[in-house]
């Protein structure tokens, strides 16, 4: 059982730049200590005291790296090294610290500066978030790379579709590059002076927010470094909640956002072997909305999070700091200038007790999510849906390809960005319908944040129940049967292009061992005409060529065409608009549904995903779907959505709502489990005569445990470290056979001591 765990097996952890304070002794297994100023050894010593396993966490493309900019590292100044856009206006994470071009003397700082970690003794080192902003790439560094990697002159961007996807391509090998240098140094450091493995990370956002916010980052380029050891899926509310556009409406939808970012990012480590933690984040960036706002987006992410069985590794919190110690909301006066400082104002509060007992009982549960068994009701995760690292490279188009009207700032009006409001319904409302109207605006539509070539294919799948898999298409080439659980395969080549032939062979041999490809696009994306495989092979798009291969006409009508044991379905649409119109998401439905039903899956619509993991529930019931009933339990439960987990017989949730339930049906033979706590248990014993418990968890929480005993207890006393009586409540529930404990928790160990009825 999970709940009773060495720290060793880093289930759980989180990221923290401050000193330990009792209040984020949050009892998970391991901390990255953030940051590599003179500060860090003694915050490495501090964390490792309290029982911590340690990681050292830094920046790779940001940080406080004056010393370097300045030139006191190397005697250099390395200002031309920050990203700089069109204008000339540096790309700034805040107003001191620039965006980085990853240059080899960049890298080489990093590495030197990171052994001091090393020296400390760090079991693992993350380099956080390798990002290069699509609207930079006007710095001298980064034309210098250019004609180094290229050899040819410097071309701005913004004047050709080519300059435009070559200058994406390479700001995301550039980050490959650099974090190949340092892991590789430092793994080679710790093994030549201390012989140690080290373990070398890379935390990332997901590659739909990246191509969304229009970022360029190694994703699936991450698997062909040897020295990565895996990931953390950096998803959380800030990433989640950036609005979309289904059936024609535009506004956030954080389950669902999220559900397919966690999704991506798992096929970072599937066949791998590598390690993932799935992130979770209590409140986000922006300090402005308040404490309501974040549980409620905090529990579509943990939700959606726990959807995907084959990621059992968390971080809990990052910056629990600001989490447990900070009050909200915030006023941000310039926070468009990049200046993250912020003050409280009269709304300002601290973090209400029932949220903070959520969150503990939830950084517990999340260590119990090994689970070997595991099935969705309804359906499994029979239908893909591409993505590749090069979406990224053809998020912007240069001048002259887009001449109708620009969006321009409408986009920006009608979200929720960098305000604590949410999406202006009126002003969404009619920037859809101009879009609807005016053909001539669709491919600004296209590059905008809306992403809604992607969100057009998935968005209508899942939001009718269907748990759709994003794959990263880069994969089929990589490992053999990569895609052998799919029975669909949907694909377009309007938004992602196949970096070389040999992925539409490995598509096709997929199809061909009876595989369904779905394939919409109509060959009209711009970037098809960049120079590259399939024009230099004679096609216009490299659609045509996976037709030619199966046999088919270059240009094939609508329709449904064999290929050796399988099918292709054409259907010439651009994805884009099946997000603006009822009828296109019901008729692209539809077209899923039937290549299901002819595989002999039956599949009907519904408005949840459900999955059952271990005892566990797992649930959220979508709105804008197929009904708005409300989904029903019967049976015996444990409610672990509420703080004191109650035991209920009947539970039912609307749209728009989620569920996590322990379902007692699973475990009638066991007579002790650890059903739900928002204290770590530390220790658990049983004998003749009572239990014993040890429990710990931060400081000012409310902490509740419930535990299926053998007998009945008769009553429980509780002592902390000095031996001192601790108040608790104690109560047993025939039915489930289950003791709760509750207290006040003060950061200390205490133990509980049990007897049973006679």
């Known amino acids: 059982m999970a709940y009773i765990r060495n720290k060793k097996e880093e289930l759980t952890g989180y990221q923290a730049s401050g000193d330990f304070r009792p209040s984020v002794d949050l009892q998970c297994d391991f901390v990255m200590v953030y940051g590599i100023d003179d500060t860090m050894p003694d915050r490495i010593r501090q964390y490792r005291e309290k029982g911590y396993v340690i990681h050292l966490m830094t920046g790779i493309a940001w940080g406080e790296y004056q010393d370097y900019l300045d030139g006191k590292w190397d005697g250099r100044k390395h ?83 080519d300059v435009q996807y070559k200058s994406a391509r390479l700001k995301a090998y550039l980050y490959s590059r650099a974090i190949d240098r340092v892991s590789a140094a430092l793994k080679e450091y710790a093994k030549v002076v201390y012989n140690r493995d080290l373990r070398f990370y890379v935390p990332t956002h997901s590659l739909l927010n990246y191509t969304q916010w229009k970022i360029m980052s190694p994703e699936a380029a991450l698997i062909n470094i040897p020295t990565v050891d895996g990931y953390i899926a950096q998803i959380w509310t800030g990433t989640s909640r950036e609005a979309n556009v289904y059936e024609g409406v535009y506004k956030e939808r954080t389950f669902e956002t999220a559900y397919l970012e966690y999704g991506v990012m798992q096929e970072l480590v599937k066949g791998t072997g590598r390690r993932m933690w799935f992130l979770n984040d209590p409140i986000e ?34 910056w629990p700091h600001r989490v447990f110690d900070g009050r909200y909301p915030r006023f941000q006066p310039n926070i468009a200038k990049k200046d993250e400082t912020s003050y409280e104002t009269d709304q300002s509060r601290p973090i209400p007790g029932s949220y903070s007992t959520l969150l503990s009982g939830m950084f517990q549960l999340f260590g119990d999510m090994e689970q070997k068994e595991f099935c969705f009701e309804g359906a499994g995760d029979s239908v893909g849906i591409c993505m590749s690292d090069s979406g990224l490279f053809q998020r912007t188009f240069p001048d002259g390809i887009v001449n109708g009207r620009k969006l321009g700032d409408r986009f920006a009006m009608a979200k929720h960005k960098n305000t604590g409001n949410p999406v202006d319904e009126e002003a969404a409302e009619a920037l859809m319908k101009e879009i609807r109207e005016d053909e001539s605006l669709l491919l600004d539509f296209i590059q905008s944040d809306a992403f809604p070539q992607f969100y057009g294919m998935s968005l209508p799948l899942l939001k009718y129940g269907l748990p759709v898999r994003p794959v990263q298409l880069d994969n089929v080439r990589r490992f053999a049967g990569y895609l052998d659980t799919l029975k669909v395969l949907i694909l377009s080549y ?98 899923v549904k039937d290549a299901l039903e002819s595989l002999g899956l039956s599949r009907e619509f519904r408005n949840d995903l ?149």
């Open 494 to 591: 309007e938004y992602i292009k196949p970096e070389a032939p040999d992925i539409n062979t490995a598509v096709l041999s997929w199809v061909m061992n009876g595989g369904t490809l779905l394939y919409i696009g109509d060959g009209s994306d711009p970037f098809h005409r960049i120079d590259s495989w399939w024009r230099k092979s004679g096609y216009e798009n490299p659609a045509r060529h996976l037709f030619r291969l199966a046999g088919m006409e270059e240009k094939p009508e609508d329709g449904v065409y064999p290929a050796g044991n399988g099918k292709i379905v054409v259907w010439n649409m651009v994805p884009a608009k099946i997000c603006l119109s009822r009828e296109l998401a019901q008729e692209y439905r539809y077209k």
């Open 285 to 318: 960036d922006l300090p402005s909305y308040t404490w309501e706002n974040y549980e409620y987006n905090y529990r579509k992410t943990a939700a959606a999070s726990l959807l995907h069985p084959h990621i059992w590794h968390y971080e809990i919190c990052p």
């Open 79 to 161: 200002w031309d090294e920050g990203q700089v856009e069109r204008s000339g206006k540096d790309v700034i994470h805040n107003p001191t610290v620039p965006y980085m071009v990853p240059t080899v003397s960049f890298s080489e700082y990093l590495t030197e500066r990171m052994k001091i970690a090393v020296d400390m003794g760090v079991e693992a080192i993350h380099v956080e978030e390798p990002e290069f902003w699509d609207r930079s790439g006007y710095s001298e560094a980064f034309k210098r790379e250019y004609e180094i990697y290229y050899k040819e002159p410097w071309r701005p961007q913004h004047e050709d579709l």
């Open 610 to 758: 459900t999955l059952h993991r271990g005892p566990y529930i797992i649930s959220a019931v979508m709105d804008e779907s197929v009904t708005d009933e409300k989904k029903v339990w019967e049976g015996l439960f444990a409610d672990l959505g509420e703080n004191d987990y109650p035991v209920i017989t009947h539970k039912e949730i609307g749209p728009d709502e989620t569920a996590l339930l322990f379902d007692f049906d699973t475990i009638r033979e066991e007579t002790f489990r650890v059903i739900g706590t928002s204290a770590r248990v530390l220790d658990a014993q049983t004998d003749d005569g009572g239990f014993q418990l040890k429990l710990k968890t931060a400081d000012k929480i409310r902490a509740y445990t419930r535990v299926r005993l053998p007998q009945k207890a008769a009553a429980a006393l509780a002592v902390d470290e000095q031996g001192q009586h601790v108040p608790m409540e104690v109560n047993w529930d025939d039915a489930s056979r289950t003791l709760l404990l509750c207290y006040d928790s003060h950061s200390e160990e205490v133990t509980v001591t049990g007897r049973w009825e006679n």
